[in-house]
């Protein structure tokens, strides 16, 4: 037996004309939510039915028409995380539980009229989302410093790595871009990147995520390792140090020499906001001591109440341990802006904090 079909645009707009809030007891989540940054609407909500429309869905009735099925009084509103946990717990919710929401919820009031474009969207994105994975490793991304991939609709594709370019063998390590296989792996042909801009290892892919964390329905794809490590474990220590932490205005490192221009900011000003900050980073690494190894470091940026605007992490390699050890490292950081005040930008490994450093991100016409 095939699914039921979809509820009619009448029918949607008829569940959402009679009702202003989820079903489900106590909750107060509306249909649609206001993002305060831009002002629009967006939707919070989706149709849920109560006995399935599909053979395999919870509570289905073999001996229900297709007519019914599809029909108002089977079908009920419900915010996005009642909708996953009745069908995720459906021994839970009955379908005489779910008949007694559907009754108090007629019984709301201050529902709205949708526009046709509205009730299209509300039944879209009320169907079923399913993954047929028939191989070992999905790439959903671009590889060798490509740009993170992404499923599923809304979802957010990581940055690449840094690209690091042909050597004279011909071969370009650099890093990789997000995938859906758990953290990524060096390219079975890369090389380490001697050839590399600046004689740097290069950066590894961002994440790649679809849905908000926190949710019912978060999934999150590390971005690929980068290449030109000859390691396949990769370590976290609290034997590193920094001697220097310092956002530039740009960064090269050549022949074990620092080259930096505009380098030690402590504010950045900018016009508006929701806004992107480019920083280029300057690391240097104290590892004396620390065993032979590749390790993972990670930049990150923290907004002025401590939620995160950015990350990044990067491999530091250590070939032959030491008492005296200094790896210079050039790491480029997007901070996603959202408020004005005192940003922070920290470089760890693991739960290890090796230093951070204080960004005031003002409004250009507040700038002195």
Partial sequence: MSRHPDPTPA??????????????????????KRDHSTGGLFLNSTVAHICAASPQGPRFDPLMTPE???????????????????????????????????????????GSALSDDQAAEIIAASQPMTFSIAADVINVGGSWGGGGGVIGRDAVGGPGGDRIYIG??????????????????TPPDAIRAKEGRGYSYGLDGGT??????????Y????????????????????????????????????DEFLYILGGAWQSVSI?????????????????????????????????????PVGERSFPVVIEESGDVLRIARSV?????????????????SGDAVLGSIDLAVKRTTDAA
């Avoid at 995380?81 to 709301?108: G, M, N, Y």
């Fill in 11 to 32: 029918t949607v707009k008829e569940l959402y004309g009679s009702s202003s809030h989820c079903a489900a007891p106590g909750c107060d989540e509306p249909h649609y």
């Fill in 208 to 217: 790649s995520s679809f849905g908000e964390k926190g949710s019912a329905i």
């Fill in 219 to 254: 999934i999150e794809a590390r971005g690929g390792a980068a290449a030109g490590s000859p390691y396949e474990i990769r370590r976290v220590t609290d034997g590193l140090r920094l001697s220097i932490l310092a956002a530039c205005n740009s960064v090269e490192i050549r």
């Fill in 332 to 348: 480029p950081l997007t901070m996603r802006v959202t408020s004005y005040g005192l940003h922070s930008v920290t470089v760890s």
């Fill in 271 to 307: 016009l508006n906001i929701p806004s992107e900050v480019h920083l280029a980073l300057v690391v240097v690494i104290e590892a004396g001591g620390v065993e032979v190894g590749h390790y993972s470091l990670e930049a990150s940026a923290t907004g002025p109440d401590g939620s």
């Fill in 68 to 110: 019914d099925n599809r029909a108002a009084s089977n079908l009920l509103v419900l915010c996005l995380l009642h909708s996953r946990a009745i069908d995720a717990q459906s021994d839970k919710f009955p379908v005489e539980t779910l008949a007694q929401w559907k009754e108090d919820q007629l019984r709301q009031s201050g």
């Fill in 168 to 185: 004279l063998d011909g071969r370009t390590p650099g890093g990789g871009g997000g995938a859906l296989t758990g953290l990524g792996r």
